[in-house]
């Protein structure tokens, strides 16, 4: 086109000719200027239409192309897509002109669309792709490769639901490894398909087998996720037979790993396998050690081919003082035996919880003192606090200091005071029986009932997800309990605690007979522990049960037991819940359709599904029920927990419903998804509504500020200073209401929990969803109908800690540096003790005549001695001269604060301070897993020669060492010698 071209009317002119050869330089003359002058080609488009629709027309897809660009400018992005389809290989993919980028984008979506129909089933005959689309897609991938931008096209990969070319961006990439880990995070966070998933964790396997190194720890968390116990166990076996003392370490990393994320069942699983092989090795130890070890290994059948090593030689010749010279095979079996039993992980964190204890008792003090004896609530709310802020510690010196106090608990109140022993003393298993002996059912029938169905609850948290030594006891206290329904209440709470997860059939057989009695106090509890012991299971013949039971019974308790057990059931299912979902939406009974809100929000929990979202808001703003609304509402935040900056843009209305019931929903919601964030925008709605008209709003805001202000100091939110103020002020004022008192105390329990060690968090810190914890809040949320089931927070509450281990299991000296401020993450400070002020003397009335007499012999007085007042300023003012020479005194400097901490094995890292850790400052140890270690985490001994300073262990049931002592006053120093002369006297 020549240039100044003011107008391409003569081009489309040249449009009506017959000849197709000027038509066709028509077409490339506008396509070329189709961008500046679009508004007149507008007015021809009929035209090119027709061109494009003629098959015998050899410039059609020309024709298609000018048209895609009109109809761009135009805005009219279907009708752009649809020629830009036409234009075949004219339509460049590769270009970089806004034009492609847009209506690739369009492509991509509509493509996106129609496989998501085809892959999940939903009117999969309606999904028909045009191959033309599917060209421009793929093209899009051609130019992602040749830009090098590999994790955009596999984002994209997983849109469109296309596992080979999942596989294609990871494998073309420059870095395989971290490719595999961006996409086993997106697989994790973004896909919400449950089935698609699946598929994606299997195929990222297979490339993880096929790396020169593969990474164990990543390949067992995907495993974990498919609950495949016999892949787990045979790369544990690999590992733990290798003749490489790192690989021995990395299959006790992934033991601890596998207890933090894993449910009891599948560790049973692993356990029974490895056991099965322990016994094996165990008869064949000579011929093992004979030189059959090799043997043995090139013959285990893993998850990586037999041909693969498990290390390149190079790196196998760098470690060959190997670790078989200290430990057999069958030792290092043993050893990872029992730390998939949980005992190891269970006995380290109890260590730290002892040594690091910062409890503030004069906060207990304080409550005690304010809280009025007469009111039951109260007083068992400060059992609660005390249980809370001695979670795991073993230190139960404030129940024994006010011996007195605590026995005016009665009937449900000793029962609950009892329970509360389990979480003091959680993870104490060995000592268990023992400490609750004095309570325990004895047989004879003379003891309380309330203590001892307490007591058998302590049990059971004491047990928390490890009960497989202490079931067959609870089992036989339920059984010898002569049916009194107070006791199976306790016996059913503590098995459920104790088998959750286990699917053990025996155990939910017990409590389906308990349900089948119809007794409404102890029909609660076996409904709620039916579901506990088959905790994500999704068991068809569980739920059928249940929900025939709950349309049968009269008793409301026993329906809202089945219903919290069905959601629990369903916990994590996503896509299979649905089916249940719909049949309790539609129930008749509100508490049926309570236990709809609970299963969406435990089966999506941690997805951010917009379904599932969409189908909660529904029902918090169109129920009849206020106590269904509520839950839906609070529901929102086992959703979105993976994503706290979110929830607080989701429930910001809700927080400001004219319905009480879902504004306290919304203060919930804040509080367990962002839980342990401190996030600011959480706060912000929550203070106003700490001093809301209605007393239970003000009390969930109260409760959901200390969940989410747990471990926070005022360096990292200075509103933490002003949360603790107001629950000291809530807790003192006489006027305030007792259910508002009642979230006030029980939240400074948890902003202080294990002696302020302890955070909540929902997902592990390898970012796996935590069973345990989403299900411990599920039913700590229930306490709004029954106060017992408090205690079930202690099941979310989570060490924050830093723990190394050597090859041995201890715990050596060991340093590492916190590129932070130590004031940034250090503990809050202790509570001052008010200091006495001496009472004043209150002025007493003066009459006005009396003043007048005074004024008059003040007259007298300035009359006589006229010099007296001044003297007196003078001796006021008057001041001791300092002596001359005499220097000023010293002003001390404050030292400015060290931009950085060093930290000493075993100690508290946050979960924010874990990313300013580093490992390198130490020259003999190294953590397994490289950056960002933390929780439990094995050392690698780079100078194992030499000899290891170990850390000596806290000692349980006593304040540690690490903990504030009272100072205790110095012994004086004995008298010189004299002799003792009586005439002198």
């Known amino acids: 086109m020549p240039d100044g071209l003011n107008s391409v009317d003569g081009m489309i002119h040249l449009l009506d000719e017959d000849n197709p050869e000027i038509k066709d330089f028509a077409l490339t003359q506008l396509n070329e200027v189709a961008n500046s002058y679009w508004a007149e080609i507008a007015a021809a488009l009929e035209k090119i239409e027709v061109l494009y629709e003629d098959e015998k027309f050899k410039s059609r897809e020309l024709a298609a192309l000018v048209a895609s660009k009109v109809y761009f400018h135009l805005e009219q992005y279907q009708e752009s897509m649809s ?15 806004q034009f492609v980028d847009t ?20 009117e999969a005959d309606k999904a028909v792709i045009d191959p033309r689309l599917e060209a421009i897609v793929m093209g899009m991938f051609t130019r992602c490769y040749n830009d090098k931008q590999y994790k955009q096209s596999l984002g994209v990969a997983f849109e469109i639901r296309r596992l080979d070319k999942i596989e294609e961006s990871i494998v073309n990439s420059d870095d395989v490894a971290d490719m595999l880990s961006y996409a086993q995070k997106i697989c994790t966070e973004v896909v919400l398909n449950r089935d698609f998933r699946v598929k994606v964790f299997r195929l990222l396997i297979q490339i993880y087998d096929r790396q020169s190194q593969p990474n164990y720890l990543k390949i067992c968390q995907i495993l974990t996720f498919l609950e495949d116990h016999k892949a787990i166990a045979d790369i544990l076996e690999k590992l733990i037979k290798s003749e490489n003392r790192d690989d021995v370490l990395l299959a006790y990393q992934i033991g601890f790993d596998l207890v933090e994320d894993a449910a009891q069942h599948l560790l049973s699983s692993i356990r029974k396998q490895i056991s099965a092989d322990l016994s094996s090795s165990t008869s064949n130890a000579p011929a093992a050690q004979s030189g059959e070890a090799m043997e043995i290994d090139k013959s285990s059948d893993a998850i990586i081919t037999e041909a693969q090593p498990i290390r390149n030689e190079g790196d196998a010749n760098a470690s060959s003082d190997s670790s078989s010279s200290s430990d057999s095979v069958a030792e290092r079996k043993q050893k990872l035996h029992t730390i998939l039993t949980g005992e190891t992980t269970i006995a380290l964190n109890m260590d730290f919880l002892v040594r690091n204890n910062r409890t503030d008792l004069l906060i207990l003090k304080n409550i005690k003192t304010q809280v009025e004896s007469r009111s039951s609530v109260l007083h068992t709310a400060t059992i609660i606090a005390n249980a809370f802020m001695h979670c795991g510690t073993t230190i139960d010196t404030f129940l024994r200091d006010n011996l007195e106090w605590l026995a005016k608990a009665t009937n449900w109140a000793k029962f609950t005071a009892i329970a509360g022993m389990g979480i003091i003393h959680k993870g104490h298993m ?13 047989g004879a029938g003379t003891g309380s009932a309330y203590s001892e169905g307490g007591s058998l609850f302590a049990l059971g948290i004491i047990h928390a997800g490890h009960g497989s030594s202490i079931v067959q006891y609870l089992v036989r206290a339920l059984k010898n309990c002569s049916g009194n329904e107070i006791i199976q209440h306790g016996a059913c709470l503590g098995l459920g605690v104790a088998s959750m997860g286990t699917e053990n059939d025996e155990v939910y057989e017990e409590m389906k007979t308990i349900l089948y009695l119809d007794s409404a106090v102890s029909g609660e509890a076996a409904g709620l522990a039916m579901g506990l012991v088959q905790l994500g299971s999704a068991s068809q013949k569980a739920v059928s049960e249940m929900i025939a039971y709950a349309h049968e019974t009269q008793h409301e308790k026993i329906i809202r037991g089945l219903a919290m057990g069905l959601s629990v059931t369903m916990l994590g299912r996503e896509e299979e819940a649905d089916t249940l979902i719909e049949q309790l939406l539609l129930d008749k009974d509100p508490i049926m359709r309570y236990g709809a809100a609970y299963t969406i929000g435990l089966a999506y929990c941690g997805t951010s599904n917009n379904s599932a979202i969409k189908r909660l808001l529904h029902v918090a703003v169109s129920d009849v029920s206020d106590d269904v609304r509520r839950a839906a509402v609070t529901c929102l935040g086992f959703l979105l927990f993976k994503t706290p900056e979110q929830c607080p843009k989701v429930v910001s209305l809700l927080a400001e419903s004219y319905n009480p019931h879902v504004r306290y929903g919304a203060c919930l919601a804040l509080g367990i998804s962002c839980a342990g964030t401190s996030l600011k925008e959480a706060v912000e709605i929550l203070e106003p509504l700490a001093s809301d008209a209605v007393d239970f709003v003000r009390q969930g805001a109260l409760v959901a500020l200390a969940m989410i202000l747990v471990q926070t100091n005022k360096q990292q939110e200075p509103g933490v200073e002003r949360v603790r103020k107001l629950l000291e002020e809530k807790i003192a004022d006489k006027h305030e209401d007792a259910m508002c008192k009642f979230g006030a105390i029980l939240a400074s329990g948890i902003m202080d929990a294990g002696g302020r060690n302890l955070t ?44 190394g281990l050597n090859k041995d299991l201890k715990m050596p000296v060991y340093s590492f540096k916190s590129n932070a401020k130590p004031s940034l993450f250090a503990y809050p400070p202790p509570t001052t003790p008010p200091t006495t002020v001496a009472p004043q003397k209150v002025s007493s009335a003066v009459l006005s005549v009396t003043k007048k007499n005074q004024r008059e012999q003040k007259k007298n007085a300035m009359e006589v001695d006229p010099k007296t007042p001044e003297v007196k300023k003078e001796e006021a003012k008057k001041e001791e001269p300092k002596k001359e020479g005499e220097p000023a005194a010293p002003t001390k400097k404050r030292e400015p604060e060290p931009d950085f901490e060093v930290k000493q094995n075993p100690c508290r890292v946050t979960l924010t301070q874990s990313k300013f850790l580093s490992f390198d400052s130490d020259e003999r140890y190294e953590p397994i897993k490289g950056r960002g270690a933390v929780g439990i985490t094995l050392l690698k001994d780079k100078k194992p020669d030499q000899p290891e300073e170990l850390v000596t262990p806290a000692a349980a049931s006593g304040t540690s060492s690490g903990a504030p002592k009272v100072e205790e006053e110095k012994e004086p120093e004995p008298p010189a010698p004299f002799v003792y002369d009586p005439t002198k006297e």
């Open 83 to 97: 020629f830009a389809l036409g234009a075949g290989k004219l339509f460049d993919a590769t270009e970089k002109t």
């Open 103 to 122: 209506l690739l984008a369009k492509c991509i979506d509509e493509y996106v669309r129609l496989r998501v129909l085809q892959v999940e089933g939903k």
């Open 430 to 442: 060995k000592e268990g029986l023992s400490l609750l002996g004095p309570y325990l059912p004895q």
């Open 760 to 803: 909540i968090s929902l997902q592990s810190r390898s970012g796996q969803k935590n069973l345990n914890a989403i299900v411990g809040l599920a039913l700590f949320t229930q306490y709004w109908y029954w106060y017992p089931l408090t205690y079930f927070i202690g099941l979310a509450f989570t060490p924050t800690t830093f723990i």
